[in-house]
């Protein structure tokens, strides 16, 4: 799954699947990794919904000249280290 859509400000892309059809994902966070962006992508249903129960997608990330630019070619051992980045950025205390 790879592609080159769209973002729009409530943080929703629209990534092309394997089979052709468009699926909107959510954005929860970019974090860096050894000087690389990664996206972690949610699937959200045709509503803009989360589905109570998720699985986090990992895709390469950065600005293109045509916008967002989404790549899901992540090995394990990257994977891991984004992981763990996601996990300290979500476990800090928000600023108040």
Same mark, same amino acid.
């Given at each position: 799954m790879g592609g080159n859509e769209e973002e729009d400000d409530d943080e929703i892309? &629209?990534?092309?699947?394997?089979?052709?059809?468009e699926i909107a994902f959510q954005v929860l966070a970019?974090?860096?990794?050894?000087?690389?962006?990664?996206?972690?992508?949610?699937?959200?249903?045709?509503?803009?919904?989360?589905?109570?129960? &998720?699985?986090?997608?990992?895709?390469k990330y950065k600005e293109g000249e045509d916008g967002p630019e989404f790549d899901d070619n992540v090995?394990?051992?990257t994977f891991e280290k984004v992981r763990q980045a996601a996990t300290e950025l979500?476990?800090?205390?928000?600023?108040?």
């Amino acid at each position: 799954m790879g592609g080159n859509e769209e973002e729009d400000d409530d943080e929703i892309v &629209f990534l092309t699947g394997e089979d052709g059809e468009e699926i909107a994902f959510q954005v929860l966070a970019v974090v860096e990794v050894d000087g690389q962006d990664y996206a972690l992508l949610v699937e959200i249903d045709d509503d803009g919904e989360m589905p109570d129960e &998720f699985d986090v997608h990992v895709f390469k990330y950065k600005e293109g000249e045509d916008g967002p630019e989404f790549d899901d070619n992540v090995d394990e051992a990257t994977f891991e280290k984004v992981r763990q980045a996601a996990t300290e950025l979500l476990d800090e205390p928000e600023a108040s």
